[in-house]
């Protein structure tokens, strides 16, 4: 039997496909040709604001679009991010995203030691970053902070281990061959719901 995977492509941008749909794409069809059920959240789309207190992000009103977007999260066995790196960290719109959805009562609870329940543990994770600068200097200069932060403070936080990554850097001077690899890989990663 297959995995229950949700892809959110994290790219705020509706008016073009890009990159990131493509890669999400990519991931979808091997997916598919493994045996797993695919489900898509493309964060553009949803309607939501952004929290501004601790009263909103505790016991606020969860937007219908969110709500929906808890129930993706709940079925999913496996999530696949995939975002765009914006002045060194993923889109506000995604942040703004994660906030909203991964509330507390839903993704993890409040316990009297200070460290949280994990509401979502038995699930696995994988990053794609796509980035203009080559991906070796993200890793080694720049330590893939966004990644980081990601993986730990957010997403393992909630209970997602493990939680993998794939940087896919250099995009405005790739030559077709590289990005032909990349979309391969995709496709591969998805079959195997890594």
């Keep these: 039997m297959g995995s229950r995977i949700l892809i959110l492509n994290g790219h705020p941008d509706t008016t073009r496909k890009g990159l990131c749909g493509a890669l999400a794409d990519a991931y979808a069809e091997g997916a598919a040709s493994g ?32 709500a929906a977007a808890q ?16 002045l060194g960290d993923m889109p506000a719109l995604l942040k703004g995203f994660f906030e909203q959805t991964l509330r ?22 994988r ?10 200097v993200y890793r080694w200069y720049f330590r893939a902070h966004a990644v980081k932060n990601l993986k730990r403070n957010i997403l393992g ?18 030559k077709p061959g590289a990005m032909a690899r990349h979309f391969e890989s995709m496709r591969v990663l998805g079959r195997a719901a890594a």
């Design 35 to 66: 045996g797993h059920t695919v489900e898509r959240l493309d964060i553009g789309t949803l309607q939501f604001g952004l929290l501004r207190s601790q009263a909103d992000f505790e016991t606020g009103t969860v937007p219908p679009d969110i």
């Design 71 to 86: 129930e993706a999260i709940r079925r999913a066995d496996h999530l696949l991010v995939v975002f765009p790196l914006w």
């Design 104 to 125: 507390p009562g839903f993704a993890f609870a409040y316990r009297p030691s200070g460290l949280p329940q994990k509401n979502l543990g038995g699930r696995s994770a």
């Design 127 to 136: 990053i794609v970053v796509t980035m203009g600068m080559p991906a070796f």
């Design 157 to 174: 936080f909630v209970g997602y281990a493990p939680v993998r990554d794939t940087i896919v850097g250099g995009v405005a001077s790739a």
